[in-house]
């Protein structure tokens, strides 16, 4: 009886370990679907600021709506004030901006100016 116990167990931990295998990959299954679906979704919203930007434009003469290098945002010289542009002085730590101490990437900037084109450089020199 003992010997059957113990055939038993080793049947019963033989299927746990199948069962924990494909758990283990199901597991990494739903890891890399989680990683592709944060990337499309990532992809999704960019789509549609790009689309927002153009029903915007809709209307609009384009050679006045510039792009700034700064922070690439659309502006137009009418609206372009010293506070217009918002970036970072600093990179991005991994867990917080170092130069303002923002603990969110996607923190507005601390630094503002005016919006600036590749053309403003070029008019500079």
């Given at each position: 009886m003992v010997t059957q116990y113990k055939e038993k167990v080793s049947r019963l931990e033989?299927?746990?370990k199948i069962v924990q295998d494909e758990n283990e990959k199901l597991v990494d299954r739903t890891l890399g679907n989680e990683r592709q679906n944060k990337l499309l979704i990532e992809e999704r919203d960019k789509l549609k600021q790009r689309i927002t930007r153009l029903v915007q434009r809709k209307g609009k003469f384009d050679g006045d709506l510039?792009?700034?290098?700064?922070c690439t945002k659309e502006f137009?010289?009418?609206?372009n004030f010293n506070w217009s542009c918002r970036t970072h002085q600093s990179e991005w730590g991994g867990e917080m901006w170092w130069c303002?101490?923002?603990t969110m990437k996607?923190?507005?900037g601390c630094k503002f100016r005016k919006h600036e084109t590749k053309d403003d450089e070029e008019e500079g020199d």
């Amino acid at each position: 009886m003992v010997t059957q116990y113990k055939e038993k167990v080793s049947r019963l931990e033989q299927k746990l370990k199948i069962v924990q295998d494909e758990n283990e990959k199901l597991v990494d299954r739903t890891l890399g679907n989680e990683r592709q679906n944060k990337l499309l979704i990532e992809e999704r919203d960019k789509l549609k600021q790009r689309i927002t930007r153009l029903v915007q434009r809709k209307g609009k003469f384009d050679g006045d709506l510039k792009t700034c290098k700064n922070c690439t945002k659309e502006f137009s010289e009418k609206e372009n004030f010293n506070w217009s542009c918002r970036t970072h002085q600093s990179e991005w730590g991994g867990e917080m901006w170092w130069c303002c101490g923002k603990t969110m990437k996607e923190a507005l900037g601390c630094k503002f100016r005016k919006h600036e084109t590749k053309d403003d450089e070029e008019e500079g020199d």
